[in-house]
């Protein structure tokens, strides 16, 4: 015989919220945590991450390549990028030329102009 208190379900109710409230984020959008692009090289590089992201889903390093190759082209030389999980950085960087963002949740995406 089992014996419950606090009315039926009321343990589980605690226990919902606390799994949902520990819940990841999971964001499936572009997100761009950091930039001081303007509107139109922001939007520009946005689009050439997520395509390179979409294209090498498996190979990170082909997914930098290519968004390196994009920027150079289109905006000149001297970019790099860094695309994976978990990762930090310091870098020096010109002016209105960085961008840090997120692709499908946890992969990151960092472009920046050095010369």
């Known amino acids: ?41 922001r939007g520009e590089t946005m689009e050439l991450c997520v395509n390179a992201c979409e294209k090498h889903s498996a190979n990170n390093e082909s997914a930098a390549k290519m968004i390196k190759e994009g920027l150079d082209r289109r905006f000149g030389p001297s970019w790099h ?17 960085l961008m840090y963002m997120f692709f499908a949740g946890n ?9």
């Open 81 to 97: 990028v860094v695309v994976g999980e978990g990762f930090g950085f310091e870098v020096s960087y010109e002016l209105k030329n």
């Open 1 to 41: 015989m089992q014996l419950q208190i606090g009315g039926a379900g009321a343990g589980d109710q605690a226990l919902k919220d606390e799994n949902e409230s520990t819940k990841r984020i999971m964001f499936t959008y572009p997100m761009i945590k950091q930039t001081d692009m303007n509107e139109e090289m």
């Open 107 to 115: 992969l990151a995406v960092c472009a920046w102009k050095c010369s």
